[in-house]
């Protein structure tokens, strides 16, 4: 008997859930990613909310629990360092992730808030965040702490710190990030680039690392130190080898990775409960439909589905009228029109689909289904300046495509996107049926 279109897809992403990582999922993981641009007091920086929020999106597919953060005030900083210090207590592996301004004075990495105005050195306790101090909130992970910064860009408050310092002392300010070793065993620090040098914020929707990140973070069955081997080499490809990245690690000879290749169990009832908790706490006051979306993923059957329904409700009843946009670029709206190679357009955007070739606008049945169960649409920014799209219901628009047939995969889609894609093409589904 031949399942119309709605269960077909509806079935299969139910069955998808159970593609869980056994290894990854046992473990407890928790992340924390900060992306700092709104800069108040200095020159802001185009891509670290972007950089943030596709780093958070591609940790979760990992199955760690993420607190996200956009431009935060000092407070708020410490805030959310304090949720994942609770968070990463005796979980396997703690990561945390910045993007924004960071400086060097006297030899002492320091991590810029929104906030931060710097008119003296003494000013530093009280306006920034010490790097060192992030670093020690990993310090209750059992197994992998790692800790990524991409803010090795000039200093913003150079000149205004070296007149308060005086013209011996001023060479104390230095250039990028200083050196940073690992003080325990089990511990990785990756820098942008090397130390006592500048990375670039990049031209595209995502800086040249984090872009590199993101290709290589989610490769299965690589240990970790090989994955950012990889991340290296594709920066240095990327800046014609103008930005080196930087890595400092005191890890034991046991592999470790962050996508293992084989199944395991899955996590107790316990550490589901808790971690869900941490995820719910660390958006519950966000307006970025996406974060409600990757709840609705995670824990389908959560305690607060209910409350993250009605955000979505309230999201989309706002958006209805005016498409909105957020600043990490998530488009939320109704889609207004088509552009000449087939993209939906939303608020005058043309949304590219991550992850596949093609719209399959003239095939019929999909157009009907997609128009009745995509009245709103959100869009998730992702590399290449492509969108991953989802309905409140949280139906991946581009897993539904491949999953019928209706698009070839691109090159640079992930490895869930290509397992969908083999399964159509074996079922002989739309473009596959010849």
């Avoid at 993101?214 to 090989?226: A, I, M, N, Q, Y």
Wanted: charged content about 20%; glycine content about 8%.
């Amino acid at each position: 008997m031949r399942h119309n279109l709605k269960q077909v897809i509806y079935v299969c992403l139910l069955m998808m859930t159970c593609f869980v990582s056994a290894a990854s999922a046992a473990e407890t993981r928790v992340a924390l990613v900060i992306g700092n641009g709104a800069y108040r007091n200095a020159p802001t920086l185009r891509n670290p909310a972007a950089d943030a929020t596709a780093v958070a999106t591609a940790l979760r597919r990992l199955h760690f629990n993420v607190v996200l953060g956009t431009d935060l005030d000092q407070q708020a900083m410490i805030s959310k360092l304090r949720i994942f210090r609770q968070a990463s207590e005796n979980a396997e592996i703690a990561i945390i992730y910045y993007s924004g301004h960071g400086i060097q004075v006297a030899g002492e990495n320091w991590l810029l808030p929104v906030s931060a105005k710097l008119e003296s050195d003494r000013d530093l306790q009280y306006e920034a965040v010490r790097v060192d101090s992030v670093l020690e909130e990993t310090m209750g992970a059992k197994n992998l702490r790692v800790f990524v910064i991409d803010a090795c860009r000039d200093n913003p408050f150079k000149q205004s710190l070296a007149r308060s310092m005086g013209a011996t002392r001023s060479a104390a300010i230095g250039r990028g990030l200083a050196r940073s070793e690992p003080k325990i065993r089990g511990t990785l620090i990756a820098y942008a680039t090397k130390a006592d040098d500048v990375a670039s914020d990049g031209i595209g929707n995502n800086s040249p690392f984090t872009s590199a990140f993101l290709k290589h973070v989610e490769t299965p069955g690589v240990d970790v130190r090989l994955v950012f081997g990889k991340i290296r080499d594709s920066v240095m490809a990327e800046t014609a080898g103008a930005q080196e990245p930087a890595i400092y690690a005191s890890l034991g000879g046991d592999p470790i990775y962050l996508n293992p290749a084989v199944t395991q169990g899955a996590p107790s009832t316990a550490d589901s409960t808790s971690t869900e908790i941490v995820f719910w706490n660390s958006i519950k006051d966000e307006n970025n439909p996406g974060s409600f979306l990757e709840y609705k993923r995670q824990y389908p059957s959560g305690r607060f589905i209910g409350l993250a329904d009605i955000k979505l409700k309230q999201l989309a009843e706002k958006s209805s009228s005016t498409p909105s946009k957020s600043a990490d670029g998530t488009i939320m709206g109704q889609v207004s029109s088509y552009s000449p190679d087939g993209w939906p357009v939303i608020g005058g955007k043309v949304v590219r689909l991550y992850g596949v070739q093609s719209f399959p606008i003239k095939n019929i049945e999909f157009f009907k289904w997609f128009s009745t169960n995509f009245s709103t649409i959100v869009c998730q920014p992702r590399p290449g300046d492509s969108y991953r799209c989802l309905n409140q219901d949280n139906i991946d628009l581009s897993q539904a495509i491949l999953l019928n047939g209706g698009s070839r995969a691109t090159k640079d889609a992930i490895t869930e996107y290509r397992e969908i894609e083999n399964r159509a093409k074996k079922e002989k589904r739309g473009i596959w049926k010849g």
